[in-house]
């Protein structure tokens, strides 16, 4: 198994930037895809992000593109979400979910471990 913290939300302006990260402990890291999710207020889970184990494979939410960056370090056991020119509409929990094997799916049906989440709010 492997277990998930997320950190790093909090309050920002519309147009700011905010870096998400996602500590795992437990077995091996390298193992394991990471995708980030978010569930706004009212609304379903959605995805935002995934990156493949080897961190060589990214696969963006359309809404996210050109403004999130997903990054993976094997070595430190974490995964970063750097979010820039950010909307009031990005403003939900942040998940930080993981899976066996490389393939960066975006349904949250396909991963198996999550973290508790991290808030975001950005202001207009």
């Known amino acids: 198994q492997v277990q998930l913290v997320e950190s790093g939300g909090g309050l920002v302006q519309t147009g700011g930037s905010l870096r998400l990260s996602c500590a795992a402990s437990?077995?091996?890291?390298?193992?394991?895809?990471v995708a980030w999710f978010r569930q706004a207020p009212g609304k379903e889970r959605s995805f935002v992000v995934a990156?493949?184990?080897?961190?060589?494979?990214?696969n963006y939410g359309d809404s996210v593109k050109g403004r999130f960056t997903i990054s993976r370090d094997n070595a430190k056991n974490t995964v970063s979400l750097q979010m820039s020119s950010l909307k009031p509409e990005d403003t939900a929990v942040y998940y930080c979910?993981?899976?066996?094997?490389?393939?960066?799916?975006?349904?949250?049906?396909?991963?198996?471990?999550w973290g508790q989440g991290t808030q975001v709010t950005v202001s207009s």
């Open positions: 990156i493949a184990k080897d961190g060589t494979s990214t």
């Open positions: 437990g077995r091996t890291f390298s193992d394991y895809t």
């Open positions: 979910a993981a899976r066996t094997g490389s393939a960066s799916f975006s349904q949250q049906t396909m991963y198996t471990y």
